[in-house]
C-alpha cells in the first residue's frame, strides 16, 4: 500500500479515473469494484471514499471525463462548413463510442443514487456538448432562436445517438463504413426537412 500523503488528494483522484478507465478498455463495469480500484492504486477504499464520498461518485467522475474527452473528440470536427461539420460530429461520435465502448456506455447508463441530479459540473458539460451541435445549426437555419436551435439539436442528435447505441450492441448489421454512411444520411435528411418545411420553427 502508498504511504499516507505519498499523494495529493487531486493525484489520488487522478489515479482512481484512470484506473477505472483502462478496466473498461477491457473489460466491464460490472466486474469491478471500489475494493478493486483501490487496490489498482496502492490505497485502501475508505481513502477512495474520503476523495470521492462514494463508489458511484467515483463512476461519476470518469462519466465526465468520458464527456470531456468526447467533447475534444467533436471539438476537433468543426473547421469545415456547417453542414459538413455537423456530419464530421456525428462520425466522431459514433468513431468515440466504439473505441471506448464501456465508458461510453457509463454515461447514459449511470443513474444517481436516491433519485438525486446530477451536480451541475455535469450537466453544464453536457448542455456544452449540445452547444456544438447548436452552433451549427444557428449557421444553418440564421432565424432559428435559441428554444428553435435546442430542440432541433437534441431531435438530430438523438438519431444519431441512436444509432450509434445500435452499432455498438451490434443491432445495426452493417460495417462501420455503412455506420458512417446512415451518420451521413441522417443529418443530410434532416436539414433537408427543415429547409423544406420549417416545421421546428413553429415552437410554442
Known amino acids: 500500500m502508498a504511504r499516507r500523503k505519498e499523494h495529493t488528494h487531486e493525484q489520488i ?4 479515473i484512470k484506473a477505472v478507465v483502462m478496466h473498461l478498455q477491457d473489460d466491464n463495469l460490472h466486474s469491478l469494484s ?20 462514494s463508489y458511484q461518485y467515483l463512476l461519476l467522475a470518469v462519466s465526465e471525463q468520458t464527456l470531456v474527452n468526447l467533447s475534444a473528440a467533436l471539438q476537433g470536427a ?16 459514433s468513431d468515440f463510442a466504439l473505441q471506448h465502448k464501456s465508458c461510453f456506455r457509463l454515461v447514459f447508463e449511470l443513474t444517481m ?18 452547444a ?5 445549426l444557428r449557421k444553418c437555419f440564421t432565424g432559428i432562436n435559441e ?13 444519431i445517438h441512436g444509432l450509434t447505441s445500435l452499432a455498438l450492441d451490434g443491432k445495426l448489421f452493417a460495417t462501420h463504413h455503412d455506420l458512417h ?6 443529418v443530410q435528411g434532416y436539414i433537408a426537412g427543415i429547409s423544406n418545411t420549417g416545421s421546428l420553427y413553429d415552437i410554442n
Open 13 to 16: 483522484k487522478h489515479m482512481a
Open 34 to 53: 471500489l475494493r478493486k480500484v483501490a487496490s489498482q492504486i496502492g490505497y485502501v477504499p475508505s481513502t477512495l471514499i474520503n476523495i470521492f464520498g
Open 78 to 93: 468543426t473547421q469545415q462548413e456547417p453542414i459538413t461539420n455537423i456530419k464530421n460530429m456525428a462520425m466522431a461520435y
Open 113 to 130: 443514487p436516491d433519485d438525486q441530479p446530477l451536480p451541475e459540473n455535469h450537466t453544464m458539460i453536457v448542455k456544452s456538448l449540445f
Open 132 to 136: 456544438l451541435v447548436e452552433t451549427q
Open 147 to 159: 428554444a428553435q436551435a435546442e430542440l432541433m439539436s437534441r431531435v438530430l442528435w438523438g438519431g
Open 181 to 186: 454512411a446512415m451518420l451521413c444520411s441522417h
